[in-house]
């Protein structure tokens, strides 16, 4: 989206990331919330993470969700050189289930702050940029609410016809 100011930065350290990430364009694409993706790695181009981080507020980015496999230093790198809020997306991998992700990213030292969502939960970091965003938003607030409301029907909905129809047929077996 790029007919208004980019409001959030979606970055990851490979393009291998990048069909977990897309949950967070999908969701703030739902809210009509500009954002940009791009590839970052903290490893492989530390230069352009460095121009990223120290650029992003100036560029007006006023959140970066950072998702990052393995070693997972991409979040913790981003947030030791922006003021800005970090939304960090464990990815999952191969050698052990996104878990040496999830730590590297929660782990983060005093004074490093990096927000934390589940394994692969990129839709959750992008309603957590969305929430961020939505308190000097008033438009933006009423989505969020109108979201969770919508949600909150669409499981009583679900809780009422398995109790009208039980389990074996609410499953089809």
Do not use: C, W
């Not at 897309?22 to 490893?43: C, P, Q």
């Not at 181009?45 to 496999?69: E, M």
């Not at 129809?165 to 089809?172: H, Q, R």
Request: hydrophobic share 40%; aromatic share 4%; no cysteine.
């Amino acid at each position: 989206m790029k007919n208004q100011k980019t409001q959030i930065g979606i970055i990851m350290g490979s393009d291998s990331d990048l069909t977990v990430m897309s949950e967070a364009g999908k969701i703030l694409e739902e809210f009509d919330v500009n954002y940009e993706i791009s590839v970052v790695s903290a490893h492989r181009t530390p230069d352009v993470l460095y121009k990223y981080a120290t650029g992003a507020q100036k560029s007006g980015i006023q959140v970066i969700i950072a998702g990052a496999g393995g070693s997972a230093h991409l979040p913790g790198m981003v947030s030791s050189m922006t003021t800005l809020p970090v939304i960090g997306v464990p990815v999952k991998t191969k050698t052990m289930d996104g878990l040496d992700s999830l730590l590297s990213i929660a782990q983060m030292p005093p004074g490093v702050p990096v927000a934390t969502v589940a394994i692969n939960g990129a839709k959750n970091a992008g309603l957590l940029a969305i929430a961020i965003l939505a308190l000097y938003d008033k438009v933006l607030n009423k989505k969020l609410e109108n979201y969770k409301s919508k949600m909150n029907k669409e499981v009583k909905t679900k809780s009422e016809k398995l109790k009208k129809v039980g389990y074996k047929k609410y499953l089809n077996i």
